[in-house]
């Protein structure tokens, strides 16, 4: 059976230029390219191999498996590699062996790497939580966490590397006290007599914003797809292009209940287009947008008016969000249509749209 004509092309130098800008501007502060959900729907693996051709020295993977994959991908031990998320069994021998860094939120994940641990020792980035309540020790159980973590690396099985959190990048004054709870938490792990190489806070958002959340390393995974993660800007007015267009063709031409004509292109909502875009969003027929009112299984209906209707033909090529260069949406566009994020679009969009890269 044949893919049909839907395919999400992946621009590779629109994701330099995107990893270009962002370490200009964060500089000296270095950039994780987070390449959690296969890279937000971008293929983890050939991001992966094209972050680190550009240079890019430290990769996010949130769980071990996604490290692991990376690592079996050919992604070398020049890179690191950070993991954080971790099922009840995880493997710690796995990470150890594969030199893979693990953030760790608890004493008995520090006991459990510990006690994996072979001939290398893991390197930890401790977590401390600064409000999120989303991983990360509590304030409260910090103190303990560093004792367990310098207790495991005097013993030889660990490495105590880096100290992070994540932070919801919701507001300013939010944020603003995250820092301090993060700053406070770090004061006190030093005065306990640990030492980190590096100190990691913020993601997208802040960290193309605020110097001051930078530390040594910004972790960012929508920004590198070209994805604003702020309210009412375009991808180019913060400096970033789309790295993922979305395209199909006009499959039929036909005529609505209301009469009016309608093009059938063929990639609903098995093909990432969600239900919800009815009535909300366009997409570019002919450089034109063109209301789409209708999201099926395998399909959506768009709308086309009298006037030019006429001139849009089976076969013709249909952008469904990109870059906005052909009159289309842009992805960010469409979530604000829709409610929803631009990351949760692209990272949808299942593996049965077949991913074709451009450079
Ligand atoms: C997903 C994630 C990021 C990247 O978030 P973006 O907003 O996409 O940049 C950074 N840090 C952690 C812990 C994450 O889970």
Not at 92 to 99: I, K, S, V
Not at 203 to 232: K, Q, T, Y
Request: glycine residues 10%.
């Amino acid at each position: 059976m044949s893919a049909g004509p839907t395919e999400a092309v992946v621009d590779l130098r629109a994701f330099r230029a995107n990893l270009d800008h962002i370490r200009r501007v964060i500089a000296p502060a270095r950039l994780m390219v987070v390449l959690k959900a296969d890279a937000y729907g971008h293929g983890r693996l050939r991001m992966a191999r094209a972050a680190v051709a550009a240079g890019i020295t430290d990769l996010g993977a949130l769980d071990l498996d996604t490290a692991l994959a990376l690592r079996a991908g050919g992604i070398g031990e020049q890179v690191r590699l950070l993991a954080w998320l971790y099922p009840p069994e995880e493997d710690f021998a796995a990470a150890a062996e594969a030199r893979v860094d693990l953030g760790v939120s608890s004493v008995e994940e520090v006991r459990r790497i510990a006690a994996a641990a072979g001939s290398v020792a893991s390197r930890l980035h401790l977590k401390i939580d600064t409000g999120l309540n989303r991983n990360g020790a509590r304030a409260e159980d910090w103190p303990a966490l560093v004792r367990a973590a310098l207790e495991a690396q005097a013993a030889g099985s660990v490495e105590v590397h880096g100290v992070w959190t994540h932070i919801a990048e919701a507001s300013e004054e939010d944020d603003t006290i995250a820092l301090q709870r993060f700053e406070h938490a770090v004061r006190e792990a030093e005065a306990l007599g640990a030492r980190f190489a590096v100190r990691h806070l913020a993601a997208s958002s802040a960290g193309l914003r605020r110097a001051d959340v930078r530390f040594e390393m910004v972790r960012m995974g929508g920004h590198c797809w070209g994805i604003p993660s702020f309210d009412g800007v375009t991808p180019r007015e913060i400096g970033l292009e789309p790295v993922l267009t979305l395209r199909s063709e006009v499959s039929a031409i036909r005529t609505g209940a209301d009469g009016g004509p309608r093009a059938v292109v063929p990639a609903g909502y098995a093909q990432g287009v969600p239900v919800v875009a009815a009535g909300r969003v366009s997409v570019s027929v002919r450089g034109r947008r063109r209301p789409v009112l209708e999201v099926h299984r395998d399909r959506i209906e768009i709308g086309l008016d009298g006037a030019d209707g006429g001139d849009v033909r089976r076969g013709d090529p249909v952008v469904l969000f990109g870059t906005g260069d052909s009159g289309e949406q842009t992805v960010r566009e469409w979530g604000d249509a829709i409610g929803t994020l631009g990351d949760e679009i692209v990272t949808r969009i299942p593996a049965r749209v077949p991913r074709r890269y451009v450079d």
